[in-house]
């Protein structure tokens, strides 16, 4: 989603549509890093050092409202943020935390095989596979 389409859906949803703001969702929607809070503040504090930590999470709760990122949250790690929101499987480093997307016909197949067996439309999905790195093997 590129920033004009960010714009029109936050303005069509009655949402306010500032600098800052702006700045967020580029650099959420545009990193596939999985990344968290506190790296999008250091981010965009750089160009907007008067954004503060409330204001990242604010726009990521509007994100997640608006369904354009997926909250991941893990028992012992910090909360990561997925701009893909398609169906996919998030391949997880259980050494390192890096976090990479696979994603597949078969698995968008076998998705919608699955709702249609259970014959409810899912709010939501996440697959994960925990496995480790490459980085971390050697």
């Keep these: ?19 800052q703001r702006i700045a ?17 503040f250091k981010k965009i504090s750089k160009q907007h050092p008067t954004i503060s930590m409330t204001t990242v999470y604010h726009t990521l709760d509007l994100l997640k409202k608006l369904e354009l990122v997926h909250e991941i949250n893990f028992d012992n790690r910090v909360t990561r943020y997925d701009s893909n929101v398609s169906v996919h499987v ?18 968008q197949s076998q998705w919608n095989r699955i709702v249609s067996a259970i014959k409810i439309k899912p709010v939501g999905q996440r697959l994960d596979a925990y496995v480790i790195c490459e980085d971390c093997k050697g």
């Design 1 to 19: 989603m590129n920033t004009e389409q960010v714009i029109t859906m936050l303005r069509k949803n009655g949402h306010k549509v500032t600098p």
């Design 24 to 40: 967020i969702c580029e650099a959420v929607l545009s990193n596939k890093e999985h990344p968290t809070a506190e790296i999008i």
């Design 90 to 107: 998030n391949v997880i480093c259980q050494k390192c935390g890096k976090i990479s997307d696979y994603e597949s016909e078969a698995i």
